[in-house]
């Protein structure tokens, strides 16, 4: 079975840095583009970044770019998310996702969900 798990949320304050972790597993025949998205309470699921690691693209959401950065490690089957200058806004349950990126960052074009991860920013 293909599996996603997103580790490395927690508290932090305003300024600091989170790295965030998705573990994936169960690919027969390889995954290749991932991405992360986040959920704020009483928002819609928002994408943020994705990588495709065939081609090389990598995108952002305005609102992140700059201050986020995503890799995959195609060796040890995981994909990190960078985060730094949090704000108190980046607070949400972030999850991983597979098999697509694009530009738009749709959520509907990802077959693949990790359980998320909390990510809590104090002001």
């Known amino acids: 079975d293909v599996q996603l798990q997103a580790s490395g949320g927690g508290l932090v304050q305003a300024g600091g840095s989170l790295r965030l972790s998705c573990a994936t597993s169960?690919?027969?025949?390889?995954?290749?583009?991932f991405g992360w998205f986040r959920q704020a309470p009483g928002k819609e699921r928002e994408g943020i970044s994705c990588?495709?690691?065939?081609?090389?693209?990598?995108y952002y959401a305005d609102s992140v770019k700059g201050r986020f950065t995503i890799s995959a490690n195609i060796g040890n089957n995981t994909v990190d998310l960078q985060m730094n200058n949090l704000k108190p806004e980046d607070t949400a349950v972030y999850y991983c996702?597979?098999?697509?990126?694009?530009?738009?960052?749709?959520?509907?074009?990802?077959?693949?969900w990790g359980q998320g991860t909390l990510v809590t920013v104090s002001s």
């Open positions: 996702a597979a098999n697509h990126c694009g530009r738009l960052l749709r959520d509907f074009l990802y077959d693949y």
């Open positions: 990588i495709d690691t065939i081609d090389g693209h990598i």
């Open positions: 169960g690919f027969t025949s390889g995954a290749y583009a």
